[in-house]
């Protein structure tokens, strides 16, 4: 991949209950916007999706949303994106996610947001596609899922991947660099997590 003109961020619906994981979803969206990318997420108008894409669209983004009907159903669409694409299930959700997107960021999240993050690893490790990924450890949300990796690793169940899996960053403002280092000549060939 020699450009990135869209992320794909994965985070959660619900707003958690730290503030700093709300003021990453800002500070993310706003940052997307004004480096001329487009936003596509999940769609939804809560939680940390939510905060990510309003900020994003105040600061002038593009932001497409993609939503399964039944989630569109209960009213958490946001209906004020630049494209709201309503979907028939989760499935064509994320695969939809993937072939609009050149690059993946993750914030915190639930069980949703892990399973997005795991599902786009193995369909990297799977040679599905080779876009980069960046994992957001803020405040080490993410330590325990990293230290179950390692052991993965350290017992032979993580094949190497060419250019590793993904990166790690402590910071939202370190996610546009990681990407921007994850072109296809700058790559390492271990899952770069420092």
């Excluded at 990135?4 to 709300?22: F, K």
């Excluded at 979803?25 to 894409?53: C, K, N, T």
């Excluded at 892990?114 to 960046?134: A, S, Y």
Aim: charge should be neutral; aromatic fraction near 4%.
């Amino acid at each position: 991949m020699s450009e990135i003109s869209t992320i794909c961020v994965y985070c959660g619906a619900s707003p958690g209950l730290d503030p700093a994981h709300r003021r990453a979803a800002r500070d993310l969206g706003q940052s997307i916007a004004r480096a001329g990318l487009r936003l596509v997420y999940g769609g939804g108008r809560v939680g940390l999706m939510g905060v990510l894409a309003d900020a994003a669209l105040a600061a002038g983004g593009a932001v497409t949303g993609i939503i399964p009907g039944h989630i569109q159903s209960r009213e958490v669409g946001h209906t004020e994106l630049t494209e709201l694409v309503v979907v028939d299930s989760m499935h064509t959700r994320k695969r939809m996610m993937v072939e609009r997107s050149d690059a993946f960021a993750v914030l915190p999240g639930g069980i949703g947001t892990l399973d997005e993050f795991i599902e786009i690893l193995t369909w990297r490790q799977l040679g599905l596609h080779d876009k980069p990924i960046v994992l957001v450890d803020l405040r080490g949300y993410w330590q325990n899922l990293l230290e179950m990796m390692d052991q993965m690793d350290a017992l032979g169940y993580l094949r190497p991947t060419p250019g590793g899996l993904f990166q790690r960053v402590d910071a939202v403002d370190e996610v546009l660099p990681a990407l921007r280092r994850a072109a296809p000549s700058a790559r390492p060939t271990r899952v770069d997590r420092a």
